[in-house]
Protein backbone atom coordinates (compact mmCIF):
# COMPACT_ATOMS: atom_id res chain seq x y z
CA UNK A 1 0.00 0.00 0.00
CA UNK A 2 1.50 3.63 -0.81
CA UNK A 3 1.25 5.68 2.23
CA UNK A 4 0.91 9.41 2.35
CA UNK A 5 3.64 11.51 2.59
CA UNK A 6 2.75 13.26 5.81
CA UNK A 7 0.10 14.31 8.04
CA UNK A 8 -0.28 17.65 10.16
CA UNK A 9 -2.48 17.88 13.07
CA UNK A 10 -3.41 21.18 14.30
CA UNK A 11 -5.25 21.26 17.06
CA UNK A 12 -4.83 22.99 21.03
CA UNK A 13 -6.29 19.75 22.36
CA UNK A 14 -3.79 17.23 23.45
CA UNK A 15 -5.88 14.10 23.92
CA UNK A 16 -7.60 14.84 20.73
CA UNK A 17 -4.14 14.68 19.07
CA UNK A 18 -2.83 11.80 21.04
CA UNK A 19 -5.98 9.96 19.76
CA UNK A 20 -6.07 10.97 16.41
CA UNK A 21 -2.15 10.62 16.19
CA UNK A 22 -2.53 6.63 17.11
CA UNK A 23 -5.49 6.45 14.58
CA UNK A 24 -3.43 7.49 11.78
CA UNK A 25 -0.53 5.07 12.95
CA UNK A 26 -2.72 1.93 13.27
CA UNK A 27 -4.20 2.74 9.99
CA UNK A 28 -0.50 2.70 8.47
CA UNK A 29 -1.09 5.48 5.79
CA UNK A 30 1.59 7.49 7.03
CA UNK A 31 5.26 7.34 8.52
CA UNK A 32 5.02 10.61 9.43
CA UNK A 33 2.32 12.39 11.56
CA UNK A 34 3.35 16.27 12.58
CA UNK A 35 0.61 17.85 15.59
CA UNK A 36 1.07 21.63 16.36
CA UNK A 37 -1.29 23.36 18.49
CA UNK A 38 -2.56 26.41 16.84
CA UNK A 39 -2.45 27.75 13.26
CA UNK A 40 0.04 29.97 14.05
CA UNK A 41 2.84 27.42 14.63
CA UNK A 42 1.45 25.34 11.37
CA UNK A 43 1.86 28.24 9.41
CA UNK A 44 5.38 28.43 11.28
CA UNK A 45 5.76 24.40 10.52
CA UNK A 46 4.56 24.93 6.48
CA UNK A 47 6.68 27.89 6.08
CA UNK A 48 10.23 26.89 8.05
CA UNK A 49 9.96 29.82 10.02
CA UNK A 50 10.29 30.13 14.21
CA UNK A 51 10.08 26.54 16.24
CA UNK A 52 10.58 25.12 12.52
CA UNK A 53 13.16 26.95 10.59
CA UNK A 54 15.06 24.66 8.71
CA UNK A 55 18.04 25.88 6.30
CA UNK A 56 17.36 23.89 4.17
CA UNK A 57 14.77 25.56 2.11
CA UNK A 58 12.18 21.92 1.85
CA UNK A 59 9.26 22.63 2.72
CA UNK A 60 7.10 19.57 4.45
CA UNK A 61 3.84 19.90 2.45
CA UNK A 62 1.69 17.15 4.05
CA UNK A 63 -0.76 15.70 1.75
CA UNK A 64 -3.43 15.57 4.74
CA UNK A 65 -4.27 18.23 7.38
CA UNK A 66 -6.61 17.93 9.77
CA UNK A 67 -7.62 20.98 11.00
CA UNK A 68 -9.69 22.17 14.28
CA UNK A 69 -11.76 25.45 14.54
CA UNK A 70 -11.38 26.79 17.85
CA UNK A 71 -7.50 27.09 19.13
CA UNK A 72 -6.07 30.08 20.72
CA UNK A 73 -3.57 32.18 18.97
CA UNK A 74 -4.68 31.74 15.79
CA UNK A 75 -8.19 29.54 15.01
CA UNK A 76 -8.69 27.31 12.09
CA UNK A 77 -10.50 30.18 10.41
CA UNK A 78 -7.43 32.43 10.37
CA UNK A 79 -5.03 29.41 9.92
CA UNK A 80 -7.50 29.05 6.81
CA UNK A 81 -6.89 32.63 5.61
CA UNK A 82 -2.99 32.63 6.15
CA UNK A 83 -2.86 29.66 4.49
CA UNK A 84 -4.14 30.80 1.21
CA UNK A 85 -1.57 33.13 1.21
CA UNK A 86 1.50 31.41 1.37
CA UNK A 87 3.88 31.13 -1.73
CA UNK A 88 2.58 27.78 -4.19
CA UNK A 89 5.61 25.82 -2.66
CA UNK A 90 4.91 26.31 0.43
CA UNK A 91 1.75 24.30 0.11
CA UNK A 92 2.72 20.99 -2.19
CA UNK A 93 -0.90 19.41 -2.94
CA UNK A 94 -2.69 19.36 0.17
CA UNK A 95 -6.08 18.19 1.58
CA UNK A 96 -7.76 20.07 4.17
CA UNK A 97 -10.40 18.43 6.65
CA UNK A 98 -11.93 20.69 9.14
CA UNK A 99 -12.34 18.97 12.30
CA UNK A 100 -14.88 20.75 15.30
CA UNK A 101 -16.74 19.61 18.17
CA UNK A 102 -18.65 22.72 17.02
CA UNK A 103 -22.84 21.67 16.48
CA UNK A 104 -22.98 25.51 14.36
CA UNK A 105 -24.22 24.46 11.07
CA UNK A 106 -22.83 28.15 10.08
CA UNK A 107 -19.63 26.63 10.64
CA UNK A 108 -19.89 24.06 7.93
CA UNK A 109 -21.32 26.45 5.42
CA UNK A 110 -18.48 28.93 6.18
CA UNK A 111 -15.93 26.10 5.45
CA UNK A 112 -17.42 25.62 1.81
CA UNK A 113 -16.39 29.45 1.23
CA UNK A 114 -12.73 28.43 1.60
CA UNK A 115 -11.04 26.58 -1.72
CA UNK A 116 -8.11 25.62 0.53
CA UNK A 117 -10.82 23.14 2.38
CA UNK A 118 -11.74 20.03 0.93
CA UNK A 119 -13.76 18.29 3.71
CA UNK A 120 -16.02 19.25 7.29
CA UNK A 121 -16.21 16.38 9.83
CA UNK A 122 -17.13 16.29 13.54
CA UNK A 123 -14.54 15.29 15.90
CA UNK A 124 -13.29 13.66 17.66
CA UNK A 125 -11.47 11.54 14.02
CA UNK A 126 -12.31 7.73 14.52
CA UNK A 127 -11.43 4.93 12.04
CA UNK A 128 -14.86 5.56 10.33
CA UNK A 129 -13.78 9.09 9.75
CA UNK A 130 -10.30 8.35 8.74
CA UNK A 131 -11.42 5.61 6.06
CA UNK A 132 -13.85 7.97 4.87
CA UNK A 133 -11.35 10.67 4.30
CA UNK A 134 -8.74 8.00 2.51
CA UNK A 135 -11.43 6.50 0.98
CA UNK A 136 -12.90 9.71 -0.78
CA UNK A 137 -9.17 11.80 -0.90
CA UNK A 138 -6.65 8.98 -1.30
CA UNK A 139 -8.28 6.27 -3.09
CA UNK A 140 -5.60 5.11 -5.03
CA UNK A 141 -3.50 4.78 -1.90
CA UNK A 142 -5.53 1.69 -0.82
CA UNK A 143 -4.89 -0.44 -3.57
Excluded: C
Aim: charged letters at 25%; aromatic letters at 8%.
Amino acid sequence: MKKINSILLIDDDMATNFVSKMLIKKAEITDHIETVLNGQQAIEYLTNTGIYHKEDGIFPKPMLILLDINMPVMDGWEFIEAYQKLDEKQKGEVIIIMLTSSLNPDDKERATHFPAVSGFRNKILTKHALDSIILEYFPSYLE
